[in-house]
Each structure stands twice: as structure tokens, then as C-alpha cells.
């Protein structure tokens, strides 16, 4: 089972949108709408930011959306902020029994 | 709120073995479905294992299967990695982490602990 595919690096001015790819197959993103999202800072633990594609955990802002089509999952955030700027991972859920889970590639968002 | 609570950095030359713990707090262990993520240098997440509820049991990654061993001491709420015959591409920040309970039908995981720096030298 291979890693999602993301862009390595997304960039956008503070107050633009960015969209950040995850592409997969049909036994992973295509297969569930269980894709979640992880943001990371520099030396912390991932955080969670969208969960089952499109939901936001309590706590984090309404500026990130997610959405998919087929087997490609994508995270939206709008009004970037200098905040925003970290290294982005989706996630899924897969048929395979082993992995259970399967992360993307990650994506570095620099916030211009 | 649940809080997870790793050891400490780990030094080990090629060929040991390293166990990790992860303590829980907020909740018994047994009420949670406990995973481990690794991230090496630079490099991204990679499952390695964890309980799966759908056939209720730890499945461990095809990658790390004969090496890892997943445990649990429901006396203290610990949690354990343990991963043998390390090399060198081993070295990594190990992560515990969980879904929130109750965890049916949540494929995402919530809370992680803060991670554990496994270097692996000679």
C-alpha cells in the first residue's frame, strides 16, 4: 500500500485561498469518506483538523474545508494566515487489513 | 480530556530492540483504541499498527510485522511499542495515538501523545 500522493509545497499570500491535494485509489479515499486531515508544526505531535472529509473538530477554525471526488481528497484554506503556515498530511482509512491506515506525502504550506 | 504521556528520547545500536511507553490519562486504556505512527527525519506519518474495531484486534503494517509488538498494562494505563532488529532507517519520532472515545466508527485519530526521538548508531 503506497503513501497518498500531495504536493510537496503549496504557497499563498496572507488573506488567499490554497487547495491542497491527496490522491489515492479506490481501496482508500475512493473506497471510504473516512479521509482525515493533519496539521504539524515544526517539533510538535499532528493535530487533527478535518475528519470523515468534510467535518472540523471542535476548536479549529471554520477557514479549513475539506471535500473529495473520486479518489481525490482536498483540503481548502481560506484566509491564510501566518498560523497556517506547516506541513500538512491526510489521512485514510483503507480495505486492506494491513495498513488500516494510509497517510499522504505531505505538504509544506509557506505562507508568502 | 484525554492526555497521553510519552518516555523519553532512546538511543540504540543496529540490531537492538527499543520499547516505547505511552501513558493515558482521562480514561482507562481499555476504553481506547490505541495506534502508533512514526515519522522519520524530514520524511512523513507511516502507520505502523494498531486495534483494529472491526475484527477486533491489533493489526500491525505488513512492513513491521515479525518486528513490532503492541502491548497494554490496564494496572497503570501504559501503553506499549516495542520494535526489534533495528536499522539504521528505523530512526524516527515515534507517536502513540487514538481516536476519542467511544471510537466505533471513528477512523481518525483525536489525541497523540508527544512523541518519542528513537536514533539508532553505532
Known amino acids: 500500500q503506497s503513501a497518498l500522493t500531495q504536493p510537496a509545497s503549496v504557497s499563498g499570500s496572507p488573506g488567499q485561498s490554497i487547495t491542497i491535494s491527496c490522491t489515492g485509489t479506490?481501496?482508500?479515499?475512493?473506497?471510504?469518506?473516512?479521509v482525515s486531515w493533519y496539521q504539524q508544526h515544526p517539533g510538535k505531535a499532528p493535530q487533527l483538523i478535518i475528519y470523515?472529509?468534510?467535518n472540523r473538530p471542535s476548536g479549529v477554525s471554520n477557514r479549513f474545508s475539506g471535500s473529495k471526488s473520486g479518489n481525490t481528497a482536498s483540503l481548502t484554506i481560506s484566509g491564510l494566515q501566518a498560523e497556517d503556515e506547516a506541513d500538512y498530511y491526510c489521512s485514510s482509512y483503507t480495505t486492506n487489513r494491513t495498513p488500516l491506515y494510509v497517510f499522504g506525502t505531505g505538504t509544506k504550506v509557506t505562507v508568502l | 480530556q484525554v492526555q497521553l504521556v510519552q518516555s523519553g528520547a532512546e538511543v540504540k545500536k543496529p540490531g537492538a530492540s527499543v520499547k516505547v511507553s505511552c501513558k493515558v490519562s482521562g480514561y482507562t486504556l481499555s476504553e481506547l483504541s490505541m495506534h502508533w505512527v512514526r515519522q522519520a527525519p524530514g520524511e512523513g506519518l507511516e502507520w505502523m499498527g494498531g486495534f483494529d474495531l472491526e475484527e477486533n484486534k491489533k493489526v500491525y503494517a505488513q512492513k513491521f510485522q515479525g518486528r513490532v509488538t503492541m502491548t497494554e498494562d490496564t494496572s497503570t494505563d501504559t501503553a506499549y511499542m516495542e520494535l526489534s532488529g533495528l536499522r539504521s532507517d528505523d530512526a524516527a519520532v515515534y507517536y502513540c495515538?487514538?481516536?476519542?472515545?467511544?471510537?466505533?466508527?471513528?477512523?481518525?485519530?483525536?489525541?497523540w501523545g508527544q512523541g518519542t526521538l528513537v536514533t539508532v548508531s553505532s
Open positions: 470523515d472529509v468534510n
Open positions: 479506490s481501496s482508500d479515499v475512493g473506497g471510504y469518506n473516512y
Open positions: 495515538a487514538i481516536p476519542a472515545p467511544p471510537a466505533d466508527f471513528t477512523y481518525y485519530f483525536d489525541y
